[in-house]
């Protein structure tokens, strides 16, 4: 991973900086300390995804936007206080990979290359991708590990390029009956009896569910945790119990 010419200098070349830009920021540079990149972002003279790009020109390195998320169980190859510190995600969807793909926010630093290659016990293909993406991807990435290191299953909602949010829904554990204040939400008009057809082979799904109310006996699994997704987006605020019943009754 030689490097055969400065990052400025080919910002330059390719015409997203000036001479007069680059002598500037590396003023501010030796002023203020941290990376020409950095600097260049914050007076958007380039955006991350510039840098990273030329990072990976300059260190002849593929590129990687961050636009696709790994397979869950490469996370676990990293520790999070060490992707957190580093700035790296490994990436692709072969844990068991020989040379392991690992995206980093800064591809430059040789201290975490080394030390992250050394966690994961095996040589690794260094990425260059915009450290801000890497940084939200990291979080999303971890934050599904601790749900599913729960015992749940998880419903995500993710963009790295705009942040990410996560749902766990308890499996295989019974929905709990409702509380009296969930009750108490709902007037006798919003309730509405489940209908089951006549002489089915298997038990109707209900045409009308109350989230944490009325269940199924037939102890189908898919239908419980259709019941728990519900009660836990109202949870977490995706829609309000009044929101659903509208719904369900529409």
């Given at each position: 991973?030689?490097?055969?010419?400065?990052?400025?200098?080919?910002?330059?070349?390719?015409?997203?900086?000036?001479?007069?830009?680059l002598?500037?920021?590396?003023?501010?540079?030796?002023q203020?300390?941290?990376?020409?990149g950095?600097?260049?972002?914050?007076?958007?003279?380039?955006?991350?995804?510039q840098?990273?790009?030329?990072?990976?020109?300059?260190?002849?390195?593929?590129?990687?936007?961050?636009?696709?998320?790994?397979?869950?169980?490469?996370?676990?190859?990293?520790?999070h206080e060490?992707?957190?510190?580093?700035?790296?995600?490994?990436?692709?969807?072969?844990?068991?990979?020989?040379?392991?793909?690992?995206?980093f926010?800064?591809?430059?630093?040789?201290k975490?290359?080394?030390?992250i290659e050394?966690?994961?016990?095996?040589?690794?293909?260094?990425?260059?991708?915009?450290?801000?993406?890497?940084?939200?991807?990291?979080?999303a990435?971890?934050?599904?590990?601790?749900?599913?290191?729960?015992?749940?299953?998880?419903?995500q909602?993710?963009?790295?390029?705009g942040?990410?949010?996560s749902v766990?829904?308890?499996?295989?554990?019974?929905?709990?009956?409702?509380?009296?204040?969930?009750?108490?939400?709902?007037?006798?008009?919003?309730?509405?009896?489940?209908e089951?057809?006549?002489?089915?082979?298997?038990?109707?799904?209900?045409?009308?569910?109350?989230?944490?109310?009325?269940?199924?006996?037939?102890?189908?699994?898919?239908?419980?945790?259709?019941?728990a997704?519900?009660?836990l987006?109202?949870?977490?605020g995706?829609?309000?119990?009044?929101?659903?019943?509208?719904?369900?009754?529409?």
């Amino acid at each position: 991973m030689a490097i055969k010419q400065k990052l400025g200098d080919l910002l330059v070349r390719d015409g997203l900086i000036t001479e007069s830009d680059l002598r500037t920021m590396l003023a501010q540079q030796r002023q203020h300390g941290g990376r020409l990149g950095e600097h260049l972002v914050r007076v958007n003279l380039c955006t991350e995804e510039q840098i990273a790009q030329a990072l990976a020109r300059q260190l002849n390195i593929p590129f990687n936007d961050m636009s696709d998320p790994p397979a869950p169980a490469l996370s676990k190859l990293i520790p999070h206080e060490k992707a957190t510190k580093f700035q790296a995600l490994a990436m692709g969807n072969n844990p068991f990979a020989s040379r392991l793909p690992v995206a980093f926010g800064d591809p430059t630093d040789l201290k975490a290359t080394m030390e992250i290659e050394k966690v994961v016990g095996r040589p690794i293909q260094i990425l260059s991708g915009p450290a801000l993406l890497v940084r939200r991807a990291i979080e999303a990435a971890y934050n599904s590990i601790d749900l599913r290191d729960e015992g749940t299953s998880e419903f995500q909602v993710t963009d790295v390029r705009g942040g990410a949010r996560s749902v766990k829904v308890a499996s295989r554990q019974p929905v709990p009956d409702a509380q009296e204040e969930d009750v108490a939400e709902l007037s006798e008009s919003d309730i509405e009896p489940i209908e089951e057809e006549p002489e089915a082979p298997q038990a109707a799904i209900p045409r009308r569910i109350a989230p944490g109310g009325a269940r199924a006996d037939s102890g189908d699994e898919a239908l419980r945790m259709v019941w728990a997704m519900a009660d836990l987006l109202i949870e977490h605020g995706y829609f309000t119990r009044a929101e659903l019943m509208k719904k369900l009754r529409s």
